[in-house]
T-cell receptor, first 115, second 114 residues
Framework: DGGITQSPKYLFRKEGQNVTLSCEQN?????MYWYRQDPGQGLRLIYY???????QKGDIAEGYSVSREKKESFPLTVTSAQKNPTAFYLC??????????????FGEGSRLTVL | KNQVEQSPQSLIILEGKNCTLQ??????????LRWYKQDTGRGPVSLTI?????NTKSNGRYTATLDADTKQSSLHITASQLSDSASYIC?????????????FGQGTTLQVKP
């Protein structure tokens, strides 16, 4: 079945460590996105990519990095520079760059906890 | 500043009852407005998508309305079920051509009790 797969579901990190969250989609979507969700707040955009080998910063990109070497994959690295990384991370994809009118499909999320 | 505000923050209702969730936005112009359902610990799932010219859109027991003049949207849930317990998120897509710049509300947490 088509969809978006995020892994791992839960991740624990020690301070000072980098961690990478995986996001894979088999929907043949060009656009992919990473969002961060904190309690009581709306989703905030970290990075997005409209096409392979290209990506743009979102509203809260500091302390994060991404790559888009394949259409299907958009991994997110949470670096030690991210001051408050504990959060729920959501990956999404859409078929229409620009999203206007394009349905947005989300993965199941990855919960990162810094010990 | 483009904003989306949802109310109430949380809501508890009895199974079988109806409820209405509110979404006020300041985003203008906008392309479309969406409602998502997010179960605890899961990713959001789309319920409805409305363009700025649509007034209402239904998906089973879920009915979304849009008043572009007052910049308000509502999500009405009919004959609630225990499985409706979730967070409901209102999302507005600005008509600005900025890819990825969806504006998310903070969500309303609904709990349906037996």
């Amino acid at each position: 079945d088509g969809g978006i797969t995020q892994s791992p579901k839960y991740l624990f990190r020690k301070e000072g460590q980098n961690v990478t969250l995986s996001c894979e989609q088999n929907l043949n979507h060009d656009a992919m996105y990473w969002y961060r969700q904190d309690p009581g707040q709306g989703l905030r955009l970290i990075y997005y990519s409209q096409i392979v080998n290209d990506f743009q910063k979102g509203d809260i990109a500091e302390g994060y990095s991404v790559s888009r070497e394949k259409k299907e994959s958009f991994p997110l690295t949470v670096t030690s520079a991210q001051k408050n990384p504990t959060a729920f991370y959501l990956c999404a994809s859409s078929s229409v760059p620009g999203q206007e009118g394009g349905e947005l499909f989300f993965g199941e999320g990855s919960r990162l906890t810094v010990l | 500043k483009n904003q989306v505000e949802q109310s109430p923050q949380s809501l508890i209702i009895l199974e079988g009852k109806n409820c209405t969730l509110q979404c006020n936005y300041t985003v203008s112009p906008f392309s479309n407005l969406r409602w998502y359902k997010q179960d605890t610990g899961r990713g959001p799932v789309s319920l409805t998508i409305m363009t700025f010219s649509e007034n209402t859109k239904s998906n089973g027991r879920y009915t979304a309305t849009l008043d572009a003049d007052t910049k308000q949207s509502s999500l009405h849930i009919t004959a609630s079920q225990l499985s409706d317990s979730a967070s409901y998120i209102c999302v507005v897509i600005p008509n600005s051509g900025n890819t990825g710049k969806l504006i998310f509300g903070q969500g309303t947490t609904l709990q349906v009790k037996p």
